[in-house]
C-alpha cells in the first residue's frame, strides 16, 4: 500500500515568506505527526494529531509554527515570516493509533531551505 | 540528561559481518518501547525493529535483532551479514509509556558505512 508522503520534496524560500508543507499519511491512520531534523541531529518532535485535533504541539518552537489537520487525513504546516534557523529537513510520520508499540511510518521529508 | 545516547557517530564494518550500533536510554518509566529507524541518504525513515520493555525476549527482524540489556538500560542493534545497501544513518529512538500518546525521542544517530 501507498506509505506517507510529503510535498514538495524541495522548498528554497526567502526569509521572511510564508510556506506551506503538506503530508498525507498512511490510509486509516489515526495518529500524524511532524517533525524537524536537523543537519547531523535526530527528529525532533514539533506536533502530534489524532484525528482532527492537535493534541501536543508543545515541540512547536514559536508562534510562527502552526499546522492544521482539518478532515483528520492530510496535514499541513505552515511557517510564517520564515529564518535562516528554520531551514531543515521537515518530517511527517503517522500510526494507526498512537500508544503502546505502535509504529510510527515516515515520508521522504521536506527539505527547507531559507536564504 | 539525554533520554537517548548513541555514542558512536561514525562505524565501518566489513560486507558480510556482523556490527553491533549502540544506544543507551534513561527513564524511570517502567513502561517503555525502544525502535531503531534507518535513514539511507534518500532521507526517509525506515522502520526496523521495536522492542517493548516487558517484552521477554530480543525482538529480531530478518538480519536485524536488537540485544536488550534492561538492568544496563541499553538497546544495542546488531545488524548480521552486512550488505552494502545497510549503509545509512541509524537512530534509535524511545516512547516512555506504552498506554495512550507518549512522544518519541530520538538519538542523534551512528552513519554506518559497509565496505566491500
Known amino acids: 500500500g501507498a506509505g506517507v508522503s510529503q510535498t514538495p520534496s524541495n522548498k528554497v524560500t526567502e526569509k521572511g515568506k510564508y510556506v506551506e508543507l503538506r503530508c498525507d499519511p498512511i490510509?486509516?491512520?489515526?495518529?500524524l505527526y511532524w517533525y524537524r531534523q536537523s543537519l547531523g541531529q535526530g527528529p525532533e518532535f514539533l506536533i502530534y494529531?489524532?484525528?482532527?485535533?492537535?493534541?501536543?504541539d508543545s515541540g512547536l518552537p514559536n508562534d510562527r509554527f502552526f499546522a492544521v489537520r482539518p478532515e483528520g487525513s492530510v496535514s499541513t504546516l505552515k511557517i510564517q515570516r520564515t529564518e535562516r534557523g528554520d531551514s531543515a529537513v521537515y518530517l511527517c510520520?503517522?500510526?494507526?493509533?498512537?500508544?503502546?508499540?505502535?509504529?510510527?511510518?515516515f515520508g521522504p521529508g521536506t527539505r527547507l531551505t531559507v536564504l | 540528561a539525554q533520554k537517548i545516547t548513541q555514542t558512536q557517530p561514525g562505524m565501518f564494518v566489513q560486507e558480510k559481518e556482523a556490527v553491533t550500533l549502540d544506544c543507551t536510554y534513561d527513564?524511570?518509566?517502567?513502561?517503555?518501547?525502544l525502535f531503531w529507524y534507518k535513514q539511507p541518504s534518500s532521507g526517509e525513515m525506515i522502520f526496523l525493529i521495536y522492542?517493548?520493555?516487558?517484552?521477554?525476549q530480543n525482538a529480531t527482524e530478518g538480519r536485524y535483532s536488537l540485544n536488550f540489556q534492561k538492568a544496563r538500560k541499553s538497546a544495542n542493534l546488531v545488524i548480521s551479514a552486512s550488505q552494502l545497501g545497510d549503509s545509512a544513518m541509524y537512530f534509535c529512538?524511545?516512547?516512555?509509556?506504552?498506554?495512550?500518546?507518549?512522544?518519541?525521542?530520538f538519538g542523534t544517530g551512528t552513519k554506518l558505512q559497509v565496505i566491500p
Open positions: 510520520a503517522s500510526s494507526l493509533t498512537a500508544g503502546g508499540g505502535d509504529t510510527q511510518y
Open positions: 490510509s486509516g491512520h489515526t495518529a
Open positions: 494529531f489524532q484525528g482532527t485535533g492537535a493534541a501536543d
Open positions: 527513564t524511570s518509566d517502567p513502561s517503555y518501547g
Open positions: 522492542q517493548g520493555s516487558y517484552d521477554q
Open positions: 529512538a524511545m516512547r516512555e509509556g506504552l498506554g495512550g500518546y507518549q512522544k518519541v525521542t
